[in-house]
């Protein structure tokens, strides 16, 4: 299993969530961007997410995360815990606003990322907030 494919697999499965809870969402194309998924709400706006998954426990990588964020921009971090061959296995999701990730981000010389300490210890509330996304 690719990154790439793992990046897929997290973003179908975000887009079925959002289905599931009767969102208007569609997936965008192509493999560096920012918007992943466009909302498109009945009242005439839109709101975007970026999604980011890995396979296992691990960060997620963050360079192209804008840490201030903008009203209306969700992340949503999608986890396979260690188990994304195993289709019975529901991934762990956190569906945090753009604005609010920036308490989550750690820089390293090398790299950005969004922590799993910081979410799994400070972002309980977020974890499969799928209500956030107001339909």
Request: proline share 3%; glycine share 6%; with cysteine.
């Amino acid at each position: 299993m690719t990154k790439y494919n793992t990046n897929l697999a997290a973003e179908f499965y975000v887009l079925s969530m959002l289905h599931r809870i009767g969102a208007d969402a569609s997936l965008t194309l192509g493999n560096k961007k920012a918007v992943d998924i466009f909302i498109f709400r009945k009242d005439g706006t839109s709101l975007t997410i970026d999604v980011k998954g890995v396979a296992k426990k691990y960060d997620w990588p963050a360079d192209n995360i804008k840490i201030h964020g903008k009203d209306g921009h969700f992340i949503a971090l999608v986890c396979f815990e260690g188990k994304i061959e195993n289709p019975e296995q529901s991934p762990s999701v956190w569906v945090i606003p753009s604005l609010h990730i920036k308490r989550f981000i750690k820089k390293y010389k090398t790299r950005t990322v969004v922590s799993r300490a910081l979410v799994t210890k400070n972002g309980v509330h977020y974890k499969h907030a799928w209500s956030l996304i107001t339909v």
